[in-house]
């Protein structure tokens, strides 16, 4: 089993940009995709980056992920920061060993 | 529209048992793998189980292995998780969650969710 570890929180002003990391503990992070999802106080979860840098649609081109196999980790990072963008961000991706989904700790965006 | 409606949340006692259930629309249920992910208060989201589109696959977290039971029924485009010997750390809202991968397979990549159901385990 790995684990992914996020930061807890991260905070930015309105128009910079941010970068949050998700750090696979074991196995590559290459090995299976790595999904983002924000979710707002009193909201579901919803995606901002699938397939480790495929953004759905409706997402602005603002979020991008990537994936760095020299450290071992994914990052999502938002340009152009709006107040709008202040939520929770989990990574998520899966542990093809036993068929279990992993969900990073989430981190706490805050915009001021 | 896609959408998912979670239901059966309740106040339970530690050792109890509970079904919860998500009725789904919008979409050819059967076509679909689905999930069950889960939240406890204040904390992050944690992965608890999977059930293939034919409910011919079943995959859940170590934390649950045992107690819980996911299935569907497909002719009524119902998800379902039964627990059973409920622990005060299941205290949580549950989301049922489709898989983006139509047939035959899954990416744990989960494209729509409920709003999910509070289930609270308390003496």
């Known amino acids: 089993n790995f684990m992914l570890t996020q930061p807890h929180s991260v905070s930015e002003s309105p128009g910079k940009t941010v970068t949050i990391s998700c750090t696979r503990s074991?196995?590559?992070?290459?090995?299976?995709?790595v999904q983002w999802y924000q979710q707002r106080p009193g909201s579901s979860p919803t995606t901002v980056i699938y397939?480790?840098?495929?953004?759905p649609s409706g997402v602005p081109d603002r979020f991008s992920g990537s994936i760095d196999s020299s450290s071992n980790s994914a990052s999502l990072t938002i340009s152009g920061l709006k107040t709008e963008d202040e939520a929770d961000y989990y990574c998520?991706?899966?542990?093809?060993?036993?068929?279990?989904?992993?969900f990073g700790g989430g981190t706490k965006l805050t915009v001021l | 529209e896609v959408q998912l409606v979670e239901s059966g949340g309740v106040v339970v006692q530690p050792g109890g048992s509970l079904r919860l259930s998500c009725a789904a629309s919008g979409f050819t249920f059967d076509d679909y793998t689905m999930h069950w992910v889960r939240q406890a208060p204040g904390k992050g989201l944690e992965w608890v189980s999977l059930?293939?589109?034919?409910?011919?696959?079943?995959y859940y977290a170590d934390s649950v292995k045992g107690r819980f039971t996911i299935s569907r029924d497909n002719s009524k485009n119902s998800l379902y998780l039964q627990m059973n010997s409920l622990r005060t750390e299941d205290t949580a809202l549950y989301y049922c969650a489709k898989d983006a991968t139509r047939t035959q397979g899954w990416s744990y990549y989960f494209d729509y969710w409920g709003q999910g159901t509070l289930v609270t385990v308390s003496s």
């Open positions: 397939e480790d840098n495929q953004r």
């Open positions: 998520q991706s899966y542990d093809s060993s036993n068929h279990q989904g992993v």
């Open positions: 059930i293939s589109w034919d409910g011919g696959s079943t």
């Open positions: 074991s196995g590559s992070i290459a090995s299976n995709y």
